[in-house]
Structures are given as C-alpha cells and as structure tokens.
C-alpha cells in the first residue's frame, strides 16, 4: 500500500474486499437487518467509484496549537476481533487497515485509542495500521488508563507502552483517563500523591505530548474539582460524553448534562473532544415512534447523522468520535462531514427537546458497549445482554405484561432472541454478585444489580407470569 494512498486508488486496490465480515450477535426478533451484502454495498457502488469521492471534510483549528483536526476522530475501542490459531480473541489487523487507511483517504486524521481497549490491544492495532502512513498525516490520541492503582511503576509502564504500541516518539494529545471517580481525591491519589502529573508536566514541556487533557465521566461536583485543578495544570483539551439526549436529560449522578458540561468549557476556552454521540449506540437505533418522527423531518437522512450533526454544530467542539466497526458506519459518517452542514437552533430544539422527551419515558440501561467490564470472571456477556435488552426496548418487541396486545407473540420473540444473541452459560442467571465489574464500568451501572433485574424479568417471561409492566 502507497504511504500517499489516495481515494481512488485505495478503493481500487481493496474493493469489495474491504468489506467487514461478521454480523451483530443478536438473531431474532430484536436483530439489526444487516447482511454481508449490504456491507459490501456500502462501499463501493455497482459503478465502482467511490460513493464519497467529491467533498470535503469538515476541519476544526485547535486554538491551543493551530492543529487543523477533523471534526470526525475515530474511535478505535471496537473493531472487530478474531479467533487466532491457539482459540484466543485477537484483534482482526486486517479490518483494522482496511477501515483506517479508508478513512485518512477522506480526510479523518484523528485516531483515540487507550491500553485498555479491545482487551489491551487496541494501541498495537492502531500502531501498526498508522505506521503505514506519514506520521505528520495523523494525530494520535491515547490515555493513561490507571484507574485501577495508584502505583506509579502502573503508570510509568501504561506511558513507556503507548509509545512502543504505538510506534511513535511523541503523542499529540494523551488524557488522563476517565477522570471525576473520587473527585479532587481521586485525581490526588492517581496523579499528585505519586508524582505522576510533575512527570506528565514535564513530558509536554519536552514535547514528547503535545497537548495535555483528561476525559471525563462523574457527577457535577467531580467535574467542578477538574476546572478548579484547570488554573494549576491548564487542559489543552477536554474529552465528555455529550448527545442530544445527554444535552438536558442525563442522570445526574453518573453522568452530567452535556449543556452544563459545554458551557463550562467554552467560558474557559478549552477546547472540547466528544465520546459517545450516539449515547453507546441508543440514537441510532431508537423506539420506533422516535424513528418515524425523525423520518419524517428528513426522510433520506441516517438517524445517526442527527445524533452527529447536533454535536458538531457546536463551535466548541474540535472533534466528535465514533467507534466505527463497519465501513458503512465510516461512510454514513463521513457523509455527515464531508461538506458539513449544522443544524438550526430549531433543529437542536426539536432534538434537545421533543425527541429527548419521547425517549427519556423509554427504561434502557445506561451500558454504551466499552466492555470495560470484561471479562466477566464467571464468563457473563454483560455488555451482551444489556445490548439485547436495550434493542429490544428501542425496537417495540419488549413485553410488558400479559395483558399487552401481542404479549404471546412479544414473549416468544424476546425469549427466542435472547438465547441466540447470549450463549446459555453466559446469560445473566450465572451472576454471582461478585461486584469485580462495578469499579470498572465508566457509566456507573449497577452492574450485577441489572443482571438480575433482566434475570427474573425472563424468568417471568419463561414462567409466563408476568403480570405488571417492569
């Protein structure tokens, strides 16, 4: 593959064999409708050309330094894995090459991986896959991920290793990773206490990271500690979670509303990276009375290119990421900004607002897929089956009591599905109540709490005795 890759001439050389094998796990009545074919079809059109050859990709100048950074940065904590010779899960490098050369030919040049996604190999792929390109063609994004010891020789040892993974001798933006657990003391005991910051310091000072920041996932009063700790250490950026329904409709204890968020940064003039626009997924496959009113607004646009716009049409923002898997999830993405186009105070309202409303009466649970949480030492597919659950929910086919019209044919369907999409062993009956998941999860989801709630709501099912809505 030429360093120099162009469009044309990388989809000439990859074809229909850039194609992302592997279908979702869930069968049945809550299955996505996806086909190998149709992921072909994404890519390159009966003509061969290249469906996203014309266009440009919407920049965004990072005022700290001048870098111009697309406004889509790629998320790279879900590709797909594989089975290797020996029966363990690798990641898939192939897929990996094929989705990141394809997107530096349309012009994203922002790559956040961290040490501990895709079960610590996320920063080798990554490496490997952007080593094949001129290394001023990119930025690359990644964290200290010492969320589970204070040790300084952990921390020390997450830092040397991006590098090395990486193959790289600087990093342009690292985040300290998952910041607002503990608050102020927290942050002390991770980085203060053991002189991980003063090292951190001094390291952007030499160059060896060009901008320093942290990502966040807490409660108010944590995210007010970070903008105090702003005066003393200066964060070049900052990474939050922020959708439309996240904008006025978050929890509040374990996530904040994305407007207070926003607000806090721009007054500071940080600039700002978003993780999860599609709220782990929920925006894109949302309740069927949802999808009919955004049809109905705009009939040829994706449901996820709502989720994208609304929060690229916020001048604060330098770059919105997506953990694309397939290629049609890089090219419906890619179309949203290539040439971008933001949305009308009208429109923001009609999603902050009207969309967020019907959608906050829907009871999902809270998991956006990390897979911080596993492995499950008991083998639970957690994320598994609060993705099912979630489907489920957002498609209609979620039974809610026998009095429901079509409660039989919804019970069926449920129960059938259920065992297609989660191995019997790895169902949520064989939660042991360990709580091993519960420090891990960024969401602060009571983990084993809503393994058995979804336990005994099939068991109802199983026993067809539900008799009131859950």
């Known amino acids: 593959m030429k360093k120099n890759i162009d469009r044309r001439e990388f989809l000439k050389k990859t074809g229909q064999g850039a194609a992302i094998a592997g279908a979702a796990a869930f069968a049945g009545a809550c299955a996505p409708k996806k086909t190998a074919e149709t992921v072909a079809e994404a890519i390159v059109a009966d003509d061969g050309k290249d469906p996203l050859e014309t266009g440009k990709m919407e920049l965004r100048t990072n005022p700290g330094n001048g870098d111009k950074v697309s406004l889509l940065g790629y998320g790279c904590m879900r590709f797909t894995m594989k089975k290797d010779a020996n029966g ?43 080593k094949r390109h001129p290394r001023e063609s990119y930025f ?31 990093i342009d933006y690292y985040l300290l990773h998952s910041l607002g657990r503990g608050g102020a003391e927290g942050f002390k005991a991770r980085f203060e206490d053991n002189g991980v910051m003063d090292f951190l310091l001094e390291e952007r000072k030499k160059g060896k990271i060009r901008q320093l920041g942290l990502s966040f996932h807490g409660d108010k009063p944590s995210f007010d500690d970070m903008m105090e700790l702003h005066d003393k250490y200066h964060w070049d950026f900052v990474q939050i979670q922020m959708n439309y329904f996240d904008w006025k409709h978050a929890d509040g204890r374990r996530n904040v509303n994305a407007e207070y968020l926003y607000q806090e940064l721009d007054k500071r003039g940080i600039p700002i990276v978003i993780m999860e626009p599609l709220q782990g997924g929920r925006l894109a496959k949302p309740a069927e009375n949802v999808v009919n009113r955004l049809k109905e607004r705009d009939p040829q646009a994706s449901l996820a290119s709502w989720a994208f716009r609304f929060v690229g049409s916020y001048p604060r923002v330098l770059c919105v990421l997506s953990g694309m898997v397939y290629m049609e999830h890089l090219q419906d993405n890619l179309r949203t900004y290539m040439d971008f186009k933001p949305l009308t105070e009208e429109e923001k309202y009609f999603l902050d607002t009207d969309i967020s409303d019907i959608m906050a009466n829907y009871p999902t649970i809270d998991c956006n897929d990390c897979k911080y949480c596993m492995p499950c030492p008991y083998g639970i597919d957690i994320p598994g089956i609060f993705m099912h659950y979630n489907t489920c929910v957002n498609q209609g086919n979620f039974p809610r009591s026998k009095e429901q019209e079509d409660y039989e044919k919804l019970r069926r369907a449920y129960l059938i599905s259920y065992d297609r999409a989660i191995p019997t062993l ?24 809503q393994l058995r709630r979804i336990d005994a709501y099939v068991e109802k099912l199983k026993q067809n005795t539900l008799v009131s809505e859950e």
């Open 88 to 130: 363990r899960d690798v990641v898939d490098q192939d897929n990996v090459n094929n989705l990141i050369d394809y997107a530096l030919a349309h012009g994203v040049n922002y790559f956040d991986t961290a040490p501990v996604y895709l079960q610590g190999q996320s920063e080798k792929a990554v490496g490997i896959a952007l």
């Open 426 to 449: 790895r169902q949520a009956d064989h939660c042991v109540g360990c709580k091993q998941c519960i420090p891990k999860c960024p969401q602060s989801i009571a983990i084993p709490r």
């Open 140 to 170: 690359i994004a990644t964290k200290m991920s010492n969320f589970q010891s204070n040790d300084r020789k952990v921390a020390m040892q997450l830092y040397h290793d991006a590098f090395k993974n990486l193959q790289t001798d600087y």
